[in-house]
């Protein structure tokens, strides 16, 4: 019965075996009269049996695709000018994300500070009770146009991040 050990032995015998292949070497494999494999990369000494491993140097090796969807012949070159090609397209997608938030964070900013009436948007009303502010309809019309900012630039950075996502500027 083999041992974990054997088992291991083995492993790593076929390991340096493939290894030394792939730098052009000749193994060998050796079997005992106990049945024990060995494997090298010295021929055997003379009247010992061995038999020589055929390693298939080509065997782990994806060839690229040479050509195009439509049966062009690619080159390197084409191939990188497509990558940069993306790439731009993605740093200017990510700058028009980056653009779009900006412009939230600023519309989001412009009706907190336009919450508080300004000059000409309210009447104060007198009474027996006490004094009160009246707010008139240029105060909620100025509001109702800070707020429908907020909600262009929302649908602006939707849209962009959306781009980005794709991929596409379309």
């Known amino acids: 019965m083999h041992s974990y050990r054997d088992a291991l032995m083995v492993s790593a015998a076929v390991f340096v ?3 030394t292949t792939a730098s052009g070497q000749t193994l060998f494999k050796q079997v005992d ?8 990369d010295k021929a055997p000494k003379a009247g ?3 038999s020589t491993i055929v390693v298939d140097k080509d065997a782990n090796i994806v060839k690229m695709q040479t050509k195009d969807s439509s049966g062009k012949e690619q080159k ?5 000018a497509r990558g940069d090609a993306r790439a731009a397209t993605r740093a200017k997608l990510a700058k028009e994300v980056e653009v779009a938030e900006e412009g939230l964070e600023k519309a989001k900013k412009d009706l907190e500070k336009g919450r508080d009436p300004i000059k000409g948007e309210t009447r104060i009303v007198v009474r027996k009770e006490g004094n009160s502010v009246l707010r008139l309809p240029e105060y909620y019309g100025r509001i109702s146009s800070l707020e429908e900012g907020v909600k262009n630039a929302e649908e602006r950075l939707k849209i962009a991040e959306e781009k980005y996502r794709r991929g596409s500027p379309d």
């Not at 009269?33 to 090298?40: E, M």
């Open 17 to 19: 075996a493939f290894a």
């Open 33 to 40: 009269k106990d049945g024990k494999v060995t494997y090298s």
């Open 48 to 50: 010992e049996k061995a």
């Open 76 to 80: 390197f070159a084409d191939i990188k």
